[in-house]
């Protein structure tokens, strides 16, 4: 099976090679428009390509700061809570991400 190129991510740790394949995962692309950004129940969760670190957030605060910290390399996933199961996406608009974070606009 041949992955194609824009799932792929490597990046170097300690001379090895971590590879993030997400070809299995839904992209928050797709349901952009749609997307909870805001709600508590969903949580951001990065693994950090330079240490491996693995981090999570909830609240808004603590996702708009996970976003400005992530660089290219990083991993960034999205769990989205289902009725009767768990969603995991990979956040691959990060410019989408950031302003479904934005209070909504109120109407005119």
Do not use: Y
């Amino acid at each position: 099976m041949t992955i194609p190129l824009e799932f792929r991510q490597t990046v170097q740790i300690n001379k090895g090679t971590l590879r993030f394949d997400t070809s299995q995962l839904r992209r928050t692309s797709d349901s952009a428009d749609v997307f909870p950004w805001r709600a508590r129940d969903v949580t951001f969760i990065r693994v950090d390509a330079s240490s491996g670190l693995v981090t999570q957030a909830q609240g808004i605060t603590e996702k708009r700061a996970m976003l400005d910290a992530a660089i290219e390399d990083d991993l960034l996933l999205v769990a989205w809570p289902g009725q009767w199961h768990q969603d995991i996406f990979v956040i691959d608009d990060r410019e989408t991400a950031q302003q479904g974070l934005d209070p909504p606009s109120k109407p005119t």
